[in-house]
């Protein structure tokens, strides 16, 4: 097998992993929205509601489509076909699991291990916010245009706190590459140890960057029916609900790389597996936090309410960038004094 | 070096006591420390090379310092009380006046063309800002867009010479670009041709020379009056002595394509400022004419390929500067009291207030170059200058202009001396009589010994 | 391989920016210059300079064009109408330009380098060689560079200042 048949077959499975996660995760949201709030939830389709999901997709292919009349029709269909490109595409530089040996030859568990990584997430993230923006813009919907409009205001807000709280990682870890940074986070060496105020602030940032609760204010039903989504129907508005979640699952995996070891586990390399058992251990210990992670960002969902909007930016500029900058000032003196 | 420190450190405390609210303790901490660097600098010699080369203080721009530091003092208390009468933050306009002194000083210093540009954005940036510090006025609002717009225009000119310059030398140190071009025959190199000529444009349009002037007289006019005078004199001289730093360090091998230029350049410079002045009804559009056309004049020093010419352009900047600082300061006065913007306002300005009036009218008599003032001397020698290295013509026409340009500022000289009993009179505070009374003694006291300066 | 990319690119950084200026809308002329600049960061990473490229689009495609698209979505310029500007205007403008890309063109016939040139450091736009020269030769800019944006920034506040005091 060669490099490449293995890179393309390798990135069918994480684009199918992707995917099925991220249908798994309506469903799921479902379960623990009725677990909070002591119903059952969705249980009709299959056992356990487990075909729910399908069935929610088919529904939304076969719903009525509507392009609004006055819209831009280009950059109508352009938005959502942005919004679930740019979800999908972070995935690329992410190290989904110790390398794997097939037939004596060794191969990397990543799409494509450049040394810019993290930035390269950040690129693409920041790109995201034009699916939306566009969208909203293209609907011709006042409503819409609002929504928006917060989006992008909040997404690049946080974008700066979280880009900051990022920086102090970088200069204690002293690389780019997403690889590298797990690979310095063997056993427990879990960064969120060394940076615990950046990784509060990294987390909150994410919450922000993916619309979650108690930053859903783009889509804010009381105030602006349904956000930038309002004029959108069918499996337009499927994609856009779909890339949201496609964030929170990515947003997820980097959280748990940066700061939670990625594949790494306690006792890796004592327990003497064989390479092959530690790979897919590692991977599955990797997916288990992913999936922990997704719960936590449910379960502040169902928990906390919506922030309004000047409590937004108040929170973002006025708390988060300071103590981010204060975190990289601290990251920066301990590094000075102590490390060399 | 140490100045750029000093500055952008006194901005950065400025926003920060404007955060407490000591708007008082601002304006006393600033002149006193434009005060205690204008001790330092005329005690202790600015020497040395910074970073690489990037900045270089040696004895030929060292005199260049102390006058835009000196101009800053008195541009700072002649206008010092202008922050309240023009509700104006005083935080946020302390530190972009600091700023910009680090942008003239930086660009002062140059020797990498890196820190021209920074410089030079760091100048316009600030500028474009003040210059809307009266945002109520439609005036204010177009001065400031349209600088901006074609600033920014002109900075992209001047950006893409220096990336031809870099083409060609491979290199941004001044002197670098001197021993590269010096190997390449002349006019065999169109990029570094090019290059050399995009970077005059730039730098023409940020001194305001012919044809790259239009800004001026709109920008002038509709900006906040101790915003012109700022840019007249304290952002002019600085970009003049980058213009004759940067042409002199880098680019002599080149002379004669680039000279050629310069040459038309200035001539139009000074025949269009100074003809054109003549029709102008506005007082702050004229002086806004005759910068254009002093500018032209200090031109001319740059095309004077010695270290002469350091002392000429400083010694022409300085006393265009100070009867500038005069001028406006005293039309800021006339302003204040309500007076249009036009040279009426100067009728009978004499009956009342005949300090003022005599004031106004030796610094005028700077600018056109009349034999007791500064100004005299300042064109004698940056014309003699020209005429030895074999400018007769281009000296011929300045002349000319120069005599043209007597017609506008004598007019203005007579409006004040004309009786006109309907003027009231004007109170002046003491720090403005200070500062006034100090630059045209200083106008002529370089009159009459112009070897001070040299 | 890298020249076919080369020349794609260019191509299509020329063409979006041809319809940069020409889109009548300018939220289409917005997300034009957005390809435009991902067009100058894919010649970035051909390069081998894949921070900047990366800085390039977080910067101007993530953050300032962005900026962008919100004022103008938010003054709703939409309107295709702009105000028509006199023929001599017109023509002038043409005709400057006009002069100025032939004396452009005439200096890049003129400037045909023969020779190849290899970069004496492939490796000159990886992030350690480039934080390196930026921290070690031209660390004077970079802290200047800063003294300009703070400039802006509290340009930006003054304007704000002067506009709520009055």
């Known amino acids: ?340 | 070096m140490n100045y750029i420190y000093i500055f952008t450190g006194l901005g950065v405390v400025s926003l920060f006591l404007g955060l407490l609210e000591k708007e008082k303790l601002i304006k006393y901490l600033t002149g006193f420390v434009l005060l205690i660097s204008l001790g330092i600098i005329f005690t202790l010699d600015e020497k040395g090379s910074y970073f690489n080369q990037m900045l270089l203080a040696d004895d030929l721009v060292n005199p260049m310092l102390k006058v835009l530091l000196f101009l800053g003092l008195c541009h700072f208390i002649l206008f010092y009380n202008t922050g309240e009468e023009f509700k104006l933050p005083t935080a946020e306009y302390t530190a972009l006046f600091c700023f910009i002194l680090v942008g003239a000083i930086v660009v002062t210093l140059e020797f990498n063309l890196v820190m021209l540009f920074l410089g030079i954005e760091i100048i316009s940036i600030g500028l474009y800002i003040i210059a809307a510090g009266n945002i109520q006025d439609e005036k204010s609002r177009e001065a400031s867009l349209k600088y901006f717009l074609m600033g920014s225009f002109s900075t992209g000119i001047f950006l893409l010479g220096i990336t031809f310059i870099y083409g060609v030398t491979g290199s941004f140190l001044l002197s670098d670009i001197k021993t590269v071009s010096s190997g390449i025959p002349e006019g065999s190199s169109p990029l570094l041709l090019l290059g050399t000529l995009l970077i005059l444009s730039g730098l023409a349009f940020k001194a305001s020379a012919v044809p790259f002037h239009f800004w001026t007289p709109d920008v002038y006019q509709g900006s906040p009056t101790h915003v012109t005078a700022f840019m007249a004199t304290l952002v002019k001289a600085s970009v003049l002595f980058a213009f004759i730093r940067l042409f002199n360090q880098a680019f002599l091998v080149t002379s004669q394509t680039w000279q050629n230029s310069l040459w038309l350049i200035i001539a139009l410079t000074v025949t269009l400022g100074n003809v054109t002045a003549l029709y102008q009804t506005s007082f702050k559009r004229m002086l806004a004419y005759s910068s254009i056309a002093h500018a032209g004049y200090m031109l001319m020093g740059v095309l004077v390929p010695e270290d002469p010419s350091y002392k000429s352009i400083l010694f022409y900047a300085l006393s265009y500067s100070l009867a500038s600082l005069t001028l406006f300061g005293i039309y800021f006065l006339l302003e204040k009291k309500g007076k249009a913007d036009a040279l009426e306002s100067f009728r009978g300005l004499a009956k009342q207030n005949p300090e003022l009036a005599v004031l106004a009218a030796i610094s005028l008599s700077s600018m056109i170059g009349l034999p007791p003032a500064a100004g005299f001397f300042a064109k004698l020698n940056i014309f003699t200058q020209a005429f030895i290295n074999g400018y007769t013509l281009l000296v011929a026409i300045a002349l000319i202009t120069s005599l043209i340009g007597a017609f506008y500022y004598l007019r203005v000289i007579g409006l004040m001396f004309k009786m006109d009993n309907s003027v009231e009179k004007i109170h002046v505070g003491l720090p403005f009589r200070l500062i006034v009374w100090v630059q045209v003694i200083l106008l002529i006291v370089f009159g009459i010994f112009p070897a001070l300066i040299q | 391989m890298i020249e076919i990319a080369f020349f794609s690119l260019s191509i299509l950084a020329v063409i979006f920016a041809i319809l940069v200026i020409t889109a009548k809308n300018p939220v289409h002329s917005v997300l034009f210059l957005v390809m435009t600049f991902f067009s100058i960061a894919g010649h970035f990473v051909l390069l081998n300079a894949q921070f900047i490229a990366v800085v390039h689009v977080i910067v101007y495609a993530g953050a300032i064009m962005v900026l962008f698209l919100f004022v103008i979505m938010l003054m709703n310029l939409n309107k295709e109408s702009e105000p028509a500007k006199p023929l001599w205007l017109k023509l002038s403008g043409v005709i400057t330009s006009g002069l100025l890309l032939l004396v452009l063109t005439a200096v890049f016939r003129k400037t045909v380098d023969k020779t190849a040139h290899v970069l004496p450091n492939p490796d000159i736009g990886l992030v350690k060689n480039l934080g390196m020269t930026l921290f070690n030769d031209f660390l004077l800019p970079f802290e200047l560079s800063a003294v300009l944006f703070l400039t802006a920034m509290v340009g930006a506040v003054f304007i704000g200042k002067v506009k709520a005091g009055n």
């Open chain 1, 1 to 340: 097998m060669t490099e490449l048949t293995f890179k393309i077959i390798f990135i069918i499975i994480i684009f199918g992993l992707t995917l099925l996660i991220a249908m798994y995760s309506t469903l799921a949201e479902r379960k623990v929205a009725a677990f909070l709030q002591d119903r059952i939830g969705p249980n009709r389709a299959g056992p356990f509601g487990i075909l729910q999901p399908v069935a929610d997709g088919l529904k939304f292919f076969f719903k009525e489509e509507i392009i609004p009349s006055t819209s831009n029709k280009i950059l109508f269909i352009l938005g959502p076909c942005i919004a679930i490109t740019t979800a999908l595409m972070t995935s690329a530089v992410l190290p989904w699991g110790p390398a794997i040996t097939i037939n004596g030859q060794i191969y990397n568990l990543q799409v494509a291990d450049v040394n810019i990584g993290i930035l390269f997430v950040f690129g693409v993230v920041s790109l995201g916010v034009y699916g939306i923006m566009v969208g909203g813009w293209a609907s011709n919907n006042k409503y819409s245009l609002l929504g928006a409009l917060r989006a992008s205001s909040q997404m690049i807000s946080y974008e700066l706190a979280m880009g900051m709280s990022l920086i102090a990682l970088l200069m204690s870890s002293g690389t780019l590459g997403v690889r590298e940074i797990v690979e310095q986070q063997p056993g427990f060496h879990w960064n969120v140890f060394y940076q615990p105020l950046g990784f509060l602030i990294f987390m909150i940032c994410a919450f922000a960057e993916t619309n979650r609760t108690p930053f859903d204010l783009p889509e804010c039903e009381a105030e602006l029916v349904g956000g930038y989504h309002t004029e959108y129907s069918s499996m337009k508005l499927g994609l856009y609900l779909f890339a949201e979640y496609i964030n929170m699952f990515i947003s997820s995996a980097v959280m748990a790389s940066l700061y939670f070891g990625g594949y790494n586990f306690p006792f890796m390399n004592e327990l003497g597996l064989s390479p092959n058992a530690i790979s897919i251990i590692g991977s599955s210990v990797f997916f288990l936090k992913i999936i922990i992670f997704i719960f936590f960002f449910m379960w502040v969902r169902w928990t906390i309410p919506r922030f309004r909007f000047d409590q937004l930016m108040h929170l973002g500029w006025k708390v988060l960038i300071p103590l981010a900058v204060l975190n990289m000032m601290l990251t920066g003196l301990f590094i000075l004094f102590f490390k060399s």
